[in-house]
Nanobody, 121 residues
């Protein structure tokens, strides 16, 4: 049983910063990709940023230069440092991971429960 547990959401003023964390626990051989998505009411879930096993990163254009994704492999944890937050960044943020439970298994995708980020004065 694999679990993704997120933390770090909250209310912040425009221009402020927050750091999200997501830890993956359970039976894990390898994590291929870890990332963050966000979704607002009536909107599709969209990629914010991800980091693959090589360490390469991808960002949505809307967050480039403001958000930074990083990871601690030893802790199976991914972080999203968000700076210069704008009201339009308000959404529920979901952790996402593509996980191989064993050496012989294919990867599958799992999601965290979501954490609310609200940017408002």
């Amino acid at each position: 049983q694999v679990q993704l547990v997120e933390s770090g959401g909250g209310l912040v003023q425009p221009g402020g910063s927050l750091r999200l964390s997501c830890s993956v626990s359970g039976s894990i051989f390898r994590i291929n990709v870890m990332g963050w998505y966000r979704q607002g009411p009536g909107k599709q879930r969209e990629l914010v940023a991800n980091i693959i096993s090589s360490g390469a990163t991808n960002y949505a254009d809307s967050v480039k230069g403001r958000f930074t994704i990083s990871r601690d492999i030893s802790k199976n944890t991914v972080y999203l440092q968000m700076s210069g937050l704008k009201p339009e960044d308000t959404d529920v943020y979901y952790c996402n991971a593509n996980i191989r439970p064993t050496m012989s298994s294919l990867g599958y995708t799992d999601w965290g429960q979501g954490t609310q980020v609200t940017v408002s004065s």
